[in-house]
């Protein structure tokens, strides 16, 4: 996956998602609810993202994927960095950014969840 689809699919989620640069010129980051569910270095080379996902799952992404590693500069328990070097699927990617969306969603307030975004996910890493 490249960098414009990504934020094609970050932005065509359910709900207000913003983009933004809060922390310098090469770090975008996507925002649901005022909250952060994927962040990107803009100028890596391959590309990478943080991503939200269950200590568990996060565990066993790791173990199955070379290009899976703890969440840099971030809380290495709940966020992964998924280094996209063509070694994962964009299926999988896609699922992968589906559920640090809905985890960040499902901690919002109800009242600023997207109506659609409440039924549950599954957050676990698919069959081997």
Not at 43 to 48: A, M
Not at 90 to 109: A, F, N, W
Request: glycine share 6%.
């Amino acid at each position: 996956m490249h960098l414009e689809s990504i934020r094609k699919y970050c932005l065509g989620k359910e709900g207000k998602i913003t983009e933004e640069f809060p922390f310098d010129e090469e770090t975008l980051v996507f925002k649901i609810g005022g909250k952060i569910f994927l962040v990107t270095d803009i100028e890596g080379y391959p590309l990478n993202m943080n991503l939200k996902c269950e200590p568990a799952a996060a565990i066993e992404l790791r173990e199955r994927y070379n290009s899976v590693r703890p969440g840099y500069h971030m809380n290495k328990k709940h966020w992964n960095t998924v280094i996209l070097d063509g070694s994962i699927p964009d299926r999988e990617i896609k699922r992968m950014i589906d559920i640090s969306y809905h985890l960040v969603v499902k901690k919002l307030k109800k009242a600023d969840q997207p109506s659609n975004s409440r039924r549950s996910t599954q957050c676990t890493p698919p069959e081997k």
